[in-house]
């Protein structure tokens, strides 16, 4: 654990989130996007180290230039599809300041030189982005036109695949991966698919510099990223901090946990469970022992007299009920995984019984057109293994988190 | 020798009936997946697709003698267009129809990863349809209609084919009855015209 | 090589456990599963490896470089 001292400078900070709402703020506030070619928003990206936001964490800027040289005319797309029930970032960064993210989504066009652009975000930031456009259309800010697109509000309708299928008009469903999208994505062209949070990073390190994105974060881990902070805290919201923020200090900014905390879900419904520990560097670095990654920024604290077990076995039930659909081992196991897991949970214990959720959790993984299976299973399994004591209570008839005995 | 080809004509019509069937009944037994007919899975399906280029040699033997026969007086554009024929032009018709479907079932069959899987499904599904095409295409024209040896051997064809069917359509069918079904979630369907909105 | 399996379209007919028993078992609902997590085809399982991505009935097999 090494990584706790070397996270230093991860505090709760506000950049893509700070500022007046509207195009005449952000204008003033942050002036015109600099005139930019390929080659300089590709170096840019891979000086400040940005990576998406997605939850992928892959880096930015060799995205951008793989894209730039798959050859023939490329597509971007801002996604801002957000099926995770627990994120809120992507709707916030859309309601407050969605300037930086079409300015980032114009840097991406340029960087990519693409000849079209795409906004895929829920149905109900729609309208206004439409009004948006216009008005920036109007003051001569997207030298590329942006066509929107309405994302269904489902689990998987914001992976890569199924955003680009999505734009096809095929139905927002993944696919198979043995044809990239880089290479082929929109009506067949190189695609380039990213965040809207990563966007809005792009468009502030446009005008601030690499140099000035490198002061917030960890060395390895630069920059700040959006975490949405719920369950048991006074004030549920989005917050912004850089990479490495103690856990602590992201609970205190949500006002502080209602009651004693009993472990963290990070990264999401695809994420995993640490400890409540205030002292937990938010990184990748930091979370990678506990099978965790700060994923798209999802905080879930759980209250120390709630079963995990039972939270976990609800959310692997919920993700059973999303898939796409496609996908044998997906659509069976699945369902099968969490309903394996909500015997245990309610204590209805066979033998054998954990084994076969660890079972079941290793047989799905690695065998779907998207990593919907791999990511519900990382929940069940890092369960298994947070909530470990709670486990052998359970298959006695008993719960640990809710009798009171922590 | 136009006797000879005769008999060839007939006895080789006859043939390509019963292994249709038999392709019939090996291609929904490859479907289920189960070992059928205590074969491996992989044997079933590849005798069904050796029986069936089978049939197409025995159609073809069909047809070119009839080429010759002075009875027949089959044209070579018999062999493609369908109710043209001199002799018994409705039940000749339904030969060359079903030979057209069967074609058609082989050669998307033979180019099955140039045509991609659905294309290939699609074409295979006209099986269900040429096969009876078949039948009854032996039973109307064939001068050995009448016999009964052709009226054995088209019920047990078709028993064949019907307890085959039987068994696709039952519920035991499936090798694993309680997976659930492959289909795409009804909410990440598009059901607005694609959703799409256009700023201009 | 590698062999890939497309899980949008594989109906786990069983087809290529049968063919390609040394690379693959059946999971409970009969869909493939590559028994190394990863598809690496060894030289001597090369040709049986063509054999069952040819007679896959979905076409959910493919050979992949790599």
């Given at each position: 654990m090494t990584s706790v001292a070397e996270a230093p400078t991860g505090r709760v900070e506000q950049r893509l989130l700070d500022g007046e709402v509207g195009l005449d703020a952000h204008l003033a506030r942050h002036g015109r996007l600099p005139i930019l070619d390929s080659s300089q928003i590709i170096g840019m990206a891979r000086d400040a180290g940005l990576t998406g936001r997605g939850g992928a964490g892959f880096p930015v800027w060799r995205k951008l230039s793989a894209v730039a040289q798959a050859g023939g005319a490329a597509v971007v797309v801002a996604n801002a599809?957000?099926?995770?029930?627990?994120?809120r970032k992507d709707r916030a960064l859309l309601a407050y300041q969605p300037n930086l993210v079409l300015d980032g989504l114009q840097l991406a066009a340029a960087a990519t030189r693409a000849k079209a652009a795409h906004l895929y975000a829920p149905k109900a930031a729609l309208p206004a982005l439409r009004r948006l456009l216009v008005a920036r259309r109007t003051a001569g800010l997207d030298r590329l036109e942006v066509t929107l697109h309405a994302a269904p509000d489902a689990f998987v309708s914001g992976e890569e695949s199924a955003v680009v299928s999505a734009i096809n008009g095929t139905g927002a469903v993944p696919a198979d991966k043995r044809i990239r999208i880089i290479q082929a994505g929109v009506g067949g062209a190189p695609t380039l698919v990213q965040n809207v949070e990563t966007l809005a990073h792009l468009a502030l390190i446009a005008r601030y510099g690499a140099g000035w994105f490198l002061t917030a974060g960890t060395a390895d881990e630069p920059g700040t990223f959006l975490a949405t902070v719920s369950g048991a805290v006074r004030r549920p919201g989005v917050i912004e901090a850089g990479y490495g923020v103690p856990l602590g200090d992201l609970i205190a900014a949500a006002g502080g946990a209602t009651m004693p905390l009993q472990a963290v879900l990070i990264g999401g419904y695809h994420g995993g469970w640490v400890p409540a520990d205030p002292a937990l560097p938010v990184s990748r670095r930091a979370l990678e022992p506990f099978g965790a990654s700060p994923g798209a920024g999802v905080v879930v604290a759980l209250p120390a007299n709630a079963c995990g077990l039972g939270e976990t076995a609800r959310i692997a039930g919920y993700l059973a009920d999303q898939v796409?659909?496609?996908c044998g081992p997906c659509i069976n196991g699945l369902p099968r995984m969490a309903a394996t897991l909500a015997d245990l949970a309610a204590r209805r214990p066979r033998p054998g019984l954990p084994a076969e959720v660890e079972r079941l959790a290793r047989l799905v993984?690695?065998?779907?057109?998207?990593?919907h299976p791999d990511g519900t299973a990382r929940l069940v399994l890092s369960a298994m293994r947070a909530f470990e004591a709670d486990v052998v209570a359970h298959l006695h008839g008993r719960c640990l988190a809710t009798e009171g005995h922590r | 020798m136009t006797e000879a080809l005769w008999y060839f004509a007939r006895g080789s019509g006859v043939i390509s009936l019963v292994l249709l069937t038999v392709v019939v009944a090996l291609g929904i037994g490859s479907r289920s997946g189960k070992p059928a007919f205590g074969l491996p899975r992989f044997a079933v399906s590849m005798l069904h697709r050796n029986a069936a280029l089978l049939a197409v040699v025995f159609l073809a033997g069909h047809i070119v003698s009839l080429l010759f026969d002075p009875y027949a007086q089959l044209r070579l554009v018999d062999f493609v267009l369908p109710f043209v024929g001199n002799y018994r032009p409705f039940w000749q018709g339904l030969g060359t129809l079903g030979f057209d479907l069967m074609i058609a079932i082989v050669v998307t069959s033979l180019l099955r990863n140039r045509i991609g899987a659905r294309a290939w499904r699609a074409v295979h599904w006209l099986a269900y349809l040429s096969w009876p095409i078949a039948l009854a295409h032996g039973l109307g024209t064939g001068s050995d209609n009448g016999t009964w040896w052709l009226w054995a051997i088209s019920i047990a064809c078709t028993a064949v084919v019907v307890v085959a069917v039987g068994w696709r359509l039952s519920t035991g069918f499936s090798r694993f009855p309680a997976r659930a079904d492959r289909e795409v979630a009804a909410r990440l369907r598009q059901p607005e015209a694609k959703q799409l909105e256009e700023v201009r | 090589m590698r062999l890939h399996i497309d899980w949008t379209a594989c109906d786990g007919r069983g087809v290529c456990t049968e063919l390609l028993e040394e690379m693959l078992t059946e999971d409970d609902w009969g869909y493939p599963v590559l028994r190394d997590g990863k598809g690496e085809i060894p030289r001597a399982l090369d040709g049986a490896a063509r054999r069952a991505v040819d007679r896959c009935p979905r076409l959910a097999l493919k050979l992949t470089q790599q």
């Amino acid at each position: 654990m090494t990584s706790v001292a070397e996270a230093p400078t991860g505090r709760v900070e506000q950049r893509l989130l700070d500022g007046e709402v509207g195009l005449d703020a952000h204008l003033a506030r942050h002036g015109r996007l600099p005139i930019l070619d390929s080659s300089q928003i590709i170096g840019m990206a891979r000086d400040a180290g940005l990576t998406g936001r997605g939850g992928a964490g892959f880096p930015v800027w060799r995205k951008l230039s793989a894209v730039a040289q798959a050859g023939g005319a490329a597509v971007v797309v801002a996604n801002a599809a957000e099926g995770e029930p627990a994120s809120r970032k992507d709707r916030a960064l859309l309601a407050y300041q969605p300037n930086l993210v079409l300015d980032g989504l114009q840097l991406a066009a340029a960087a990519t030189r693409a000849k079209a652009a795409h906004l895929y975000a829920p149905k109900a930031a729609l309208p206004a982005l439409r009004r948006l456009l216009v008005a920036r259309r109007t003051a001569g800010l997207d030298r590329l036109e942006v066509t929107l697109h309405a994302a269904p509000d489902a689990f998987v309708s914001g992976e890569e695949s199924a955003v680009v299928s999505a734009i096809n008009g095929t139905g927002a469903v993944p696919a198979d991966k043995r044809i990239r999208i880089i290479q082929a994505g929109v009506g067949g062209a190189p695609t380039l698919v990213q965040n809207v949070e990563t966007l809005a990073h792009l468009a502030l390190i446009a005008r601030y510099g690499a140099g000035w994105f490198l002061t917030a974060g960890t060395a390895d881990e630069p920059g700040t990223f959006l975490a949405t902070v719920s369950g048991a805290v006074r004030r549920p919201g989005v917050i912004e901090a850089g990479y490495g923020v103690p856990l602590g200090d992201l609970i205190a900014a949500a006002g502080g946990a209602t009651m004693p905390l009993q472990a963290v879900l990070i990264g999401g419904y695809h994420g995993g469970w640490v400890p409540a520990d205030p002292a937990l560097p938010v990184s990748r670095r930091a979370l990678e022992p506990f099978g965790a990654s700060p994923g798209a920024g999802v905080v879930v604290a759980l209250p120390a007299n709630a079963c995990g077990l039972g939270e976990t076995a609800r959310i692997a039930g919920y993700l059973a009920d999303q898939v796409a659909g496609q996908c044998g081992p997906c659509i069976n196991g699945l369902p099968r995984m969490a309903a394996t897991l909500a015997d245990l949970a309610a204590r209805r214990p066979r033998p054998g019984l954990p084994a076969e959720v660890e079972r079941l959790a290793r047989l799905v993984s690695g065998r779907g057109a998207c990593r919907h299976p791999d990511g519900t299973a990382r929940l069940v399994l890092s369960a298994m293994r947070a909530f470990e004591a709670d486990v052998v209570a359970h298959l006695h008839g008993r719960c640990l988190a809710t009798e009171g005995h922590r | 020798m136009t006797e000879a080809l005769w008999y060839f004509a007939r006895g080789s019509g006859v043939i390509s009936l019963v292994l249709l069937t038999v392709v019939v009944a090996l291609g929904i037994g490859s479907r289920s997946g189960k070992p059928a007919f205590g074969l491996p899975r992989f044997a079933v399906s590849m005798l069904h697709r050796n029986a069936a280029l089978l049939a197409v040699v025995f159609l073809a033997g069909h047809i070119v003698s009839l080429l010759f026969d002075p009875y027949a007086q089959l044209r070579l554009v018999d062999f493609v267009l369908p109710f043209v024929g001199n002799y018994r032009p409705f039940w000749q018709g339904l030969g060359t129809l079903g030979f057209d479907l069967m074609i058609a079932i082989v050669v998307t069959s033979l180019l099955r990863n140039r045509i991609g899987a659905r294309a290939w499904r699609a074409v295979h599904w006209l099986a269900y349809l040429s096969w009876p095409i078949a039948l009854a295409h032996g039973l109307g024209t064939g001068s050995d209609n009448g016999t009964w040896w052709l009226w054995a051997i088209s019920i047990a064809c078709t028993a064949v084919v019907v307890v085959a069917v039987g068994w696709r359509l039952s519920t035991g069918f499936s090798r694993f009855p309680a997976r659930a079904d492959r289909e795409v979630a009804a909410r990440l369907r598009q059901p607005e015209a694609k959703q799409l909105e256009e700023v201009r | 090589m590698r062999l890939h399996i497309d899980w949008t379209a594989c109906d786990g007919r069983g087809v290529c456990t049968e063919l390609l028993e040394e690379m693959l078992t059946e999971d409970d609902w009969g869909y493939p599963v590559l028994r190394d997590g990863k598809g690496e085809i060894p030289r001597a399982l090369d040709g049986a490896a063509r054999r069952a991505v040819d007679r896959c009935p979905r076409l959910a097999l493919k050979l992949t470089q790599q």
